[in-house]
């Protein structure tokens, strides 16, 4: 996704804001796909070195600021049992990655112009 | 800059690193432009509610990145003396802006489709 050059990268990073809350960000979304990846909120945390608490805290502010749930927790509730994706946590973290893309993308001159004035 | 509905805004943040470095960001273009705008970096630092020292930092860590100076301080040297940009810090200033510019616009469509997942 960022592109290299000279040593320097440039990394789009989107906020879905509303006032203080951070409804969406880089650290939910990788969150998110590591949810995807390991089947478990607690094991995603570990791998993002937070706690459980802070993970669950993050899932908690998605899902107030989301229409229908991200996360389908297994039985065994909120606690450390089994989680995955719903389809519209797929969508969410599908569209969140395609920003990033499109930005990219759109950028690619003005990037190329500021690369000029970086040292190499 | 940010798009606004149902409450939510979208927020492109560019950052340009360099593995730790951090060479330019929202942080630091927003300093930039209130060096600018008071003509001095105490000013534009008491303006962030930074300290000086740290507004000092994050200009050193700028000029380190980039080629040419950014900032052109007057006589009294780095203390509390008059600082303007120079030309390359109003290029620098202008190309991070197109690039949110450019962002916002590319990704509207997607911008839309996940506005469309939150609550209003």
Redesign the interface.
Known sequence: M?KKSA?????????????QDI??GPGKVELLELIRETGSIAEAAKRMEMSYMRAWTLVKTME?????PLIQVARGGASHGGAHLTE?GE??VA??R??EQ??S???AD??R??QK???S
């Open positions: 960022p040593g320097f990268i440039l990394r789009p990073r989107f906020r879905v804001e509303r006032g409804g969406l107030d600021c989301f229409r229908e519209v969508q969410v569209l969140y395609r920003l499109e930005a993308s759109a950028t003005t990037w112009e500021l004035l970086l040292r």
